[in-house]
């Protein structure tokens, strides 16, 4: 059964670019099925077996795989296997930073997901430093992780940082290196990820348990993040 479990696959339609490490050009493909060990790609431009490559999706969430096998796929069009790499078992991992060992209600918890093998979803560009280096900006952000299913306008955010409201929203910017609105959309989705993947949670809940009181708002911010739907990533999240 375990077994079974482990090399079932899923259908799913995922647009995605790929990298060839190290060093190589972006490609776009498209997900045919993947599964908790691996996943089957489409493109035009084949990589070599043994190749390492770097999938991405969406702005964040990005995965480390080999090519196992490469086949013709229709006219023009080449398959690809991989197998995923850099994780466990226990599989998907979320930026540390994103997560604060707090549930919503204040209480500890190990929230970092573990069900969506082989997949990490980190922010890029940020400047982590800032926030240890930055009085007011190490003050906005425990404020906004452990409050980030609040509505959390950037006035209410200012004023944590004492900071006038077009200072603060330019002074975070330039020093964190991306605007604050996107970095509390990270936070919210890497937590979104993190009860999704448990199961235990509707779509709905998880919307309202990290801060977005529109269901259609959720739906297309966490497809901006991830290039998934909610009800696709739920697919791909099955136990290992």
């Given at each position: 059964?375990?077994n079974r479990?482990?090399?079932?696959?899923?259908?799913?339609?995922?647009?995605?670019?790929?990298?060839s490490?190290p060093?190589?050009?972006?490609i776009?493909?498209?997900?045919?099925n993947?599964?908790?060990g691996?996943?089957y790609?489409?493109?035009?431009?084949?990589?070599?077996?043994?190749?390492l490559?770097?999938?991405s999706t969406?702005?964040a969430?990005e995965m480390?795989?080999?090519?196992?096998?490469?086949v013709?796929?229709?006219?023009r069009l080449f398959?690809?296997?991989?197998?995923?790499?850099?994780?466990?078992?226990r599989?998907?991992?979320?930026?540390?930073?994103?997560?604060?060992g707090k549930?919503?209600?204040?209480?500890?918890?190990?929230?970092?997901?573990?069900?969506?093998?082989?997949?990490?979803?980190e922010l890029?560009r940020?400047?982590?430093a800032a926030?240890n280096?930055?009085?007011?900006?190490s003050?906005?952000h425990?404020?906004?992780?452990e409050?980030?299913?609040?509505d959390?306008?950037?006035?209410s955010?200012?004023?944590?940082?004492?900071?006038e409201?077009?200072y603060?929203s330019t002074f975070?910017?330039?020093?964190?290196?991306v605007?604050?609105?996107?970095?509390?959309q990270?936070?919210r989705i890497s937590k979104a990820?993190?009860?999704?993947?448990?199961?235990?949670?509707t779509?709905t809940?998880?919307?309202?348990r990290v801060?977005?009181?529109n269901l259609?708002?959720?739906?297309?911010?966490?497809?901006k993040?991830?290039n998934?739907?909610p009800a696709a990533f739920?697919?791909?999240?099955?136990?290992c």
């Amino acid at each position: 059964m375990e077994n079974r479990r482990r090399n079932e696959r899923m259908d799913l339609e995922l647009e995605a670019t790929s990298t060839s490490l190290p060093g190589g050009d972006a490609i776009s493909i498209r997900a045919n099925n993947v599964s908790v060990g691996g996943a089957y790609f489409v493109t035009g431009q084949p990589p070599k077996k043994g190749d390492l490559l770097l999938i991405s999706t969406g702005n964040a969430l990005e995965m480390l795989g080999e090519v196992v096998r490469v086949v013709d796929h229709a006219e023009r069009l080449f398959g690809f296997a991989i197998r995923f790499l850099g994780s466990d078992d226990r599989g998907f991992r979320v930026d540390a930073s994103a997560h604060n060992g707090k549930d919503h209600n204040g209480n500890g918890s190990d929230e970092v997901p573990s069900l969506f093998c082989g997949w990490n979803f980190e922010l890029k560009r940020v400047n982590e430093a800032a926030f240890n280096y930055y009085q007011r900006l190490s003050r906005v952000h425990a404020y906004v992780t452990e409050n980030y299913w609040q509505d959390l306008s950037l006035e209410s955010v200012a004023d944590v940082a004492a900071m006038e409201k077009t200072y603060f929203s330019t002074f975070f910017h330039e020093k964190v290196g991306v605007p604050f609105s996107s970095w509390l959309q990270y936070l919210r989705i890497s937590k979104a990820l993190g009860l999704m993947g448990s199961g235990d949670y509707t779509v709905t809940e998880v919307a309202t348990r990290v801060g977005f009181d529109n269901l259609t708002t959720f739906r297309r911010t966490f497809k901006k993040w991830t290039n998934l739907t909610p009800a696709a990533f739920r697919k791909m999240a099955k136990p290992c």
